[in-house]
């Protein structure tokens, strides 16, 4: 079994441990793939399907799930991949109701990297209906607030809570675009660690201050 | 008194029941008993048999008697009916088939166009056979391909057949079912799964519905010859709490089998045990996904599993190799085990293999369900069976696939339908749902129709098919209703190609399929909606009049 495995990413030869995911690789040699679901310390899920890579001859793959090959070549920008990730990201920004000026999270805000990384045209995102009705605030934690409409639903909160604090005081509820993050009110076994918090890629978990 | 021996079936399938086939039978069983006719006249409930438009049907056994089909069958009939096998009785014309286009009327079951073009081999039993009564299914043949299977074969030489048989998966995707086999076969360890895929959630397809209520054991009968194949020795049969006849019916068959050593730890003392377990889905439709199915058995949420990921054939049910084939596919091992996968492999087309089988719904004359050879032409099956376009409207399109898949026009009629050329038309196979329109169909609310299925339907764990369904829905929520504008065609374009690439499973893949083959084949639809102002099949309200009246789906968004 061999350690390490070379490969070439944007006709760049780069070798790293066996096993690494496509996405790993690229960010550990300073190259950006757009993501938001995925986080080094948790499992990837392959959800958010923004890190879509073109491997070989044109085969399309999510490179957070996608162990690195010896001798494989990847392209993470082509007219392919333009093509189908834009209107995703199009589609995630009509769908966040916020301004970033008042948003804590902004400038740290993992959405914001993927806008300026795509230079994102707000007259495309114009095209697509903005939602009418805004969700309610969910407050019912002591120690942070939720807001669904800037929820991407990448899920690394549960996760977190899942796999890292072991409490698995969260969960999705719901279908379909009515899918949010429950927290479960007074009946929560939440334990204050925000981990998850931290965690949050965009501004939709944020601490009170108590 | 009756010299000769009649048997009489009443189909108790759930749209014959909802037609009050349950009266209909107490009134014969109460009639024959007020005239002491009990000796002559033998009485049974059978499954659907498909005619699901003309019911509820009495028929007299075509097999042992005249066949006389009666339809829409009232309780005032009954005593008609019975008459008419008294000395000197005459058929009971007025309940007689008839040919839509001449009004002649066709008294036989097996002369009426519907029946003729069938080929029935899934629905072989159903509407011959009681559903409650194995010995029904046994005096059939039913259970010798277990014998069979158990005593002459290994599970080598069954999975060779199933391969031979070239039979793909029925649930839609149509993956060869023996190469499935294999692969669970091969997978290590003793504890494997086998499961039935029952979840059918399309609008508009019944067939899996039909098959479990009507003849259950063939289903049991497949599921068990797989476990012996693959070896495992639990099976799960996922079907839809929505469907309370199906498991009724299921239950029964199961506590049968098991009772004549069919089912349990040593079958027909082979030494071989397998037993069957009913779960019931809580209406999901995505639970139809194999890896959601799974996790919903597990107890968590359905969401399907991204690619790659290891196979359910290897890494299944709690982490154990498991074989997941749906209703149909089980439904045809037994006849391949006994009749073998040459006569099977000797319908269909070079690449499918067998029949297909439909729901045929919508603008059409005969609805119901039918079963005809793969390859069967498009055209055969609207026109033929089905008996084509009612009240001389003329047709417009077919949806086959259910909600994921596509809108096929008539100029693609004589298309023969199987796996591949569906596809290549921008549809698919889908469970089988085929629903039939006319030109009073407007095909951009078609499209919005199933776009509004699939977005309310969607896991919510990727953001394509989350988000982008019901931004593809609200595009088209906005032609339909006078707000469409000039740039929607490409931005539906856009988004049905970034939702079809990038979603995470199949229901995302697979949902702007409506949209796709509506702008493919019916773009000046759209373009009327968006750049005049108008529904050209007078069905969109707000474009038809500006009169305020009561819009047909007033009410719709809060269900």
């Known amino acids: 079994m061999m350690d390490k495995v070379s490969f070439t990413i944007d006709g760049l030869e780069v070798v790293v441990d066996n096993g690494t995911s496509v996405l790993e690789a690229a960010l550990r040699n300073n190259i950006y793939i757009p993501h938001l679901c995925y986080h080094p310390d948790l499992e990837a899920r392959g959800a958010c399907r923004l890190c879509i890579v073109e491997i070989g001859g044109g085969e399309l793959v999510t490179s957070c799930r996608m162990p690195v090959e010896s001798g494989m070549v990847v392209k993470t920008k082509s007219p392919k991949i333009e093509k189908i990730i834009r209107p995703v990201v199009e589609l995630l920004i009509a769908d966040h109701h916020a301004s970033c000026a008042s948003c804590p999270s902004s400038s740290h805000c993992e959405l914001q990297k993927l806008m300026a990384h795509l230079r994102i045209d707000r007259r495309r995102v114009r095209r697509l209906r903005l939602p009418k009705v805004k969700a309610p605030l969910d407050t019912t934690n002591p120690c942070f607030d939720y807001d669904p409409n800037k929820c991407v639903l990448c899920g690394i909160c549960l996760q977190t809570c899942e796999s890292i604090h072991r409490v698995s005081a969260l969960y999705y509820v719901g279908r379909g675009y009515t899918t949010r993050i429950a927290f479960y009110g007074d009946k929560s076994r939440c334990e204050s660690c925000r981990e998850c918090v931290t965690r949050c890629p965009v501004g939709a978990l944020i601490s009170r201050k108590t | ?559």
Not at chain 2, 122 to 141: F, K, Q
Not at chain 2, 263 to 281: A, K, P
């Open chain 2, 1 to 559: 008194m009756i010299k000769k021996q009649y048997s009489l079936t009443v189909c108790q399938g759930t749209g014959c029941i909802s037609g009050g086939a349950e009266d209909i039978f107490s009134s014969l069983e109460d009639e024959i008993d007020r005239l002491n006719l009990g000796e002559g006249i033998r009485i049974k409930r059978t499954g659907c048999h498909g005619f699901c438009q003309r019911g509820p049907l009495v028929v007299v056994d075509p097999e042992t008697s005249s066949g006389l089909f009666y339809s829409k069958v009232a309780p005032g009939d009954v005593s008609d009916i019975i008459q008419s096998f008294l000395p000197g009785g005459k058929p009971v014309e007025r309940l007689f088939y008839r040919d839509p286009a001449s009004s002649k009327p066709i008294p036989n079951y097996h002369d009426i166009p519907f029946y003729r073009k069938q080929e029935r081999i899934v629905l072989r039993n159903c509407g011959h056979i009681d559903p409650e009564d194995i010995d029904d299914y046994l005096a059939t043949g039913g259970y010798q391909a277990l014998r069979k299977a158990l005593f002459e074969m290994t599970p080598e030489q069954i999975i060779a057949e199933v391969k031979q048989s070239g039979l793909r998966g029925l649930g839609g995707a149509g993956f060869p079912a023996g190469r499935k086999w294999e692969a669970t076969f091969r997978a290590g360890g003793n504890e494997k799964y086998v499961i039935c895929n029952a979840d059918e959630g399309d609008p508009g397809a019944f067939q899996d519905r039909s098959v479990l209520e009507a003849d259950p054991h063939s289903v049991l009968e497949g599921m068990v010859i797989a476990g012996y194949a693959v070896g495992a020795r639990r099976g799960f049969i996922y079907v839809r709490a929505e469907y309370p006849l199906a498991v009724k019916r299921l239950r029964i068959a199961i506590t049968q089998a098991r009772d004549k050593g069919f089912l349990g730890r040593d079958i027909l003392g082979s030494g071989f045990g397998f037993d069957i377990e009913i779960f019931r889905g809580a209406g999901a439709f995505v639970c139809g996904e194999s890896t959601a199915l799974v996790l919903s058995i597990e107890g968590k949420r359905g969401m399907p599993k991204p690619l790659p990921r290891p196979r359910t054939a290897e890494v299944g049910l709690w982490g154990k190799p498991t074989l997941l084939n749906n209703v149909k596919t089980f439904a045809n091992i037994p006849l391949i085990i006994v009749r073998g996968s040459e006569w099977f492999a000797s319908r269909g087309t070079e690449t499918s293999k067998g029949t297909a089988i439909f729901s045929l719904t919508g603008k059409v004359a005969n609805c119901g369900l039918i079963e005809v050879p793969m390859g069967t032409r498009l055209r055969e099956i609207i026109f033929d069976i089905g008996g084509g376009v009612p009240g001389g409207k003329a047709f417009k399109a077919v949806q086959t696939g259910g909600p994921s898949g596509g809108c096929i026009p008539a100029s693609l009629l004589d298309m023969p339908v199987d796996f591949d050329s569906l596809t290549a038309a921008g549809s698919m196979m889908g469970s089988g749902g085929m629903v039939v329109m006319d030109e009073d169909t407007c095909m951009v609310d078609v499209a919005r129709y199933f776009l509004d299925f699939t977005q309310r339907e969607s896991c919510g764990q990727c953001i394509p098919c989350r988000v982008g369904t019901k931004q593809m829905f609200s595009v088209l929520d906005d032609i339909t209703t006078g707000q469409g504008r000039p740039e929607d065609i490409d931005l539906l374009l856009e988004l049905g190609e970034s939702v079809a690439g990038t979603s995470l499973c199949a229901l995302g893949q697979t949902a702007p399929n409506p949209v796709l083959t509506t702008i493919r084949y019916f773009r000046d639809e759209y373009e009327a909606h968006i750049h005049e102002k108008r529904c050209p099949a007078g069905v969109c309200q707000a474009l038809v009049s500006k009169t305020p009246s009561l819009s047909k789906r007033e009410g719709e968004g809060d269900k």
